[in-house]
């Protein structure tokens, strides 16, 4: 694991007075919070080391379709939760008009793919092939997150993917779908979930992650070898993100 924002101290202490020299309006750092655990500590550190380096922050509470909508018009400054690739295809626009730009990556050797309670795995359910087999068991749903978030999900059953063209995609909340996961587990209810790796989920529950998903998730070998992107909208007068960024 790497951490990005690591490197702003060293760009701090390298750059001495930099900041100083800034408007006050280059003060202002906004940053996208999709309500996720993990950007909920990357955002955090962030904050704690723009703060201490004398710069204003704001977190807002957006979607994901929102926040890169959001970064294109002015809005939104830094975004650390692109994961890739499938962020990358999904959002193309924005890179490609370069209204956004990936900066590193802070997080890699991560995982993200669908995923079910080892009961159900224990069961013989390995693989996204092997869901349609047991539809009746899961109620034929997949339980996601928030709209805007799940594409690869949607489409995976609009092209009738694996069997799924009867399933629904469930969109809620990371809140909401975990709150589902709770209940089934407590139930030893068969549910099928989006499920991302580091998190307390792993922790919490026992999980097994499904086979199968390279053309939904577009993976390798199961991992994400830049499992999570640092994203900004850089206006010119900023001087401390963007050369604190490992390139990739």
């Keep these: 694991m790497?951490?990005?924002?690591?490197?702003?101290?060293?760009?701090?202490?390298?750059?001495?007075?930099a900041q100083a020299g800034e408007s006050e309006a280059c003060k202002a750092v906004r940053m996208s919070d999709l309500g996720w655990t993990d950007i909920g500590l990357t955002n955090a550190t962030a904050e704690t080391v723009l703060k201490a380096l004398g710069y204003e922050v704001t977190q807002n509470?957006?979607?994901l379709d929102v926040t890169f909508v959001s970064m294109q018009r002015g809005d939104i400054d830094v975004f650390q939760?692109?994961?890739?690739?499938?962020?990358?295809?999904?959002?193309a626009q924005f890179f490609d008009d370069g209204s956004v730009e990936r900066l590193g990556m802070n997080l890699e050797g991560a995982k993200y793919t669908l995923a079910v309670p080892k009961y159900v795995a224990d069961a013989g359910v390995h693989s996204f092939n092997d869901l349609a087999a047991h539809a009746e068991q899961f109620d034929?749903?997949?339980?996601?997150?928030?709209?805007?978030?799940?594409?690869?999900l949607l489409d995976m059953v609009a092209a009738n993917a694996h069997g799924l063209g009867d399933w629904t995609i469930v969109e809620s909340s990371e809140a909401g779908m975990l709150?589902?996961?709770?209940?089934?587990?407590?139930?030893?209810d068969w549910i099928v979930f989006?499920?991302?790796?580091?998190?307390?989920?792993?922790?919490?529950?026992?999980i097994d992650?499904?086979?199968?998903?390279?053309?939904?998730?577009?993976?390798?070998?199961?991992?994400?070898?830049?499992?999570?992107?640092?994203?900004?909208?850089?206006?010119?007068?900023?001087?401390?993100?963007?050369?604190?960024?490992?390139?990739?």
């Excluded at 709150?179 to 030893?188: I, L, Q, T």
């Excluded at 998190?199 to 529950?205: E, I, L």
């Excluded at 909208?233 to 990739?248: G, K, M």
């Design 61 to 63: 509470l957006l979607s």
């Design 140 to 152: 034929k749903k997949i339980y996601a997150i928030e709209p805007g978030s799940n594409q690869p």
């Design 194 to 206: 989006l499920g991302w790796q580091p998190h307390p989920m792993n922790v919490v529950y026992q």
């Design 2 to 17: 790497r951490k990005v924002l690591a490197g702003l101290l060293m760009t701090a202490m390298a750059a001495g007075a």
């Design 209 to 248: 992650y499904l086979a199968d998903g390279d053309a939904e998730f577009r993976r390798c070998v199961g991992l994400y070898h830049c499992a999570q992107g640092l994203c900004a909208n850089l206006p010119e007068c900023d001087q401390v993100l963007q050369p604190a960024c490992v390139q990739h």
């Design 81 to 91: 939760g692109n994961w890739r690739p499938f962020q990358d295809v999904q959002y």
């Design 179 to 188: 709150a589902e996961v709770e209940r089934s587990v407590a139930r030893k």
